[in-house]
């Protein structure tokens, strides 16, 4: 079963921006999706960026344009560069994997698909 530790949160003022790390250990799929997902006090958790093991991307219009998510070539850590933060992106943010069960398979931001899971780490944003 994969491991996946986040780090890099922290408390920042509006319009700064933070990047977040994921490192995965462990990760049993050579075909996957990864994802920053985050979930603020009262609310749902809601995915924010997905990427697969061949560098596509998505992003909900939430944060598109503001946030970007890459992994380093060795595929150890996943990243989530965030820019012009806003208050409402203040939440504790998870990093999460599943298998990526056929090569036409895009990934999504369904939470339920996800099997591996961080701790994950918060982000608090001050106007």
């Known amino acids: 079963q994969a491991q996946l530790v986040e780090s890099g949160g922290d408390s920042v003022q509006a319009g700064g921006s933070l990047t977040l790390s994921c490192t995965v250990s462990?990760?049993?799929?050579?075909?996957?999706?990864m994802g920053w997902f985050r979930q603020a006090p009262g609310k749902e958790r809601e995915g924010v960026a997905v990427?697969?093991?061949?560098?596509?991307?998505n992003y909900p219009d939430s944060v598109k344009g503001r946030f970007n998510v890459s992994q380093d070539n060795a595929k150890i850590t996943l990243y989530l560069q965030m820019s012009s933060l806003k208050p409402e992106d203040t939440a504790t943010y998870y990093c999460?994997?599943?298998?990526?069960?056929?090569?036409?398979?895009?990934?999504?931001?369904?939470?339920?698909?996800?099997?591996?899971w961080g701790q994950g780490t918060q982000v608090t944003v001050s106007s």
């Open positions: 990427t697969d093991n061949i560098g596509r991307k």
């Open positions: 999460a994997a599943y298998r990526r069960p056929s090569p036409l398979d895009r990934c999504t931001m369904a939470i339920g698909r996800y099997n591996d």
């Open positions: 462990g990760l049993p799929y050579n075909r996957y999706c």
